[in-house]
């Protein structure tokens, strides 16, 4: 079990939800988006931690949008982790960031393509913060005990793995419900990526494609299979996000969801 402040995410813990716009666009979209995350949250008692990232470091064209500075993002993150009340998670892409977005986040996040770099894995660790890493698309899931030894061989016994789904090629990506188990077998609560899950990488035109109908799915059964954590990126206008816009949640949608993998989680931990 890892703790996020007052929240506890494994050990068979009520399911946690991480939410919010896949990058930080602007002020207005994030207090928005964190208020009614927070409402729909506290609607369904769901715990939540708000996530967006200060930095879109991988973005498939070198012309796509990638922040509006780290200094500005994260101050809108620590405003908003103020106002709401509530944990902040983001995306870290470089070692020399860790200690900077630490400062604000409680969760540091290692993207997939990253989980394999042991100066990020290693900086993220010595902040003291919850590092989240996600498996990297061409790993086994068992294969992630490695990149978590790297973060506790650095002093910090706080590490969870997200699933985000496993790269055929050919612009599309393919979640096996097993993994949630075998990485949960290592040790760590493990979170499921409903939406990253549903991308097709590089797949429209310069940006990465995505299929947002099967985010219902994807997440009910990543809960069946007993997931610790909830990983869902929700925008109040998808197709005019500036990152991810084939693959976020509309945030009209999260409370339905919300209520289906509650009533599934509660089903499947006895609580």
Known sequence: MVQIGNIKVGGKSPLVLFAGP???????LIFRTAEKVKTLAAKNKTPVVFKSSYKKANRTSGKSFVGLGMDEALQILADVKKQFDIPILTDIHKEDEAATAGEVADVLQIPAFLCRQTDLLQAAAKTGRVVNIKKGQFLAPGDMAHAAKKVMEAGNLR?????????????????????????????????????????????????????????????????AAGCDGLFVEVHPDPKNALSDAESQLHLDLLGSLLAQVTAIDKLVKGY
Do not use: W
């Not at 896949?22 to 207005?28: D, F, I, K, Q």
């Not at 949630?180 to 590089?202: C, N, R, W, Y």
């Open 22 to 28: 896949c990058v930080v666009e602007s002020r207005e």
């Open 159 to 223: 590490v969870m793995l997200t699933e985000r789904g496993t790269t055929f090629g050919y612009h599309n990506l393919v979640v096996d419900m097993r993994s949630l188990k075998i990485m949960s077998e290592l040790g760590f609560p493990v979170i499921m990526d409903a939406t990253h899950s549903v991308q097709l990488p590089s797949g429209s035109a310069g940006a990465s494609g995505g299929q947002p109908e099967f985010i219902f799915p994807l997440a009910r059964a990543g809960v």
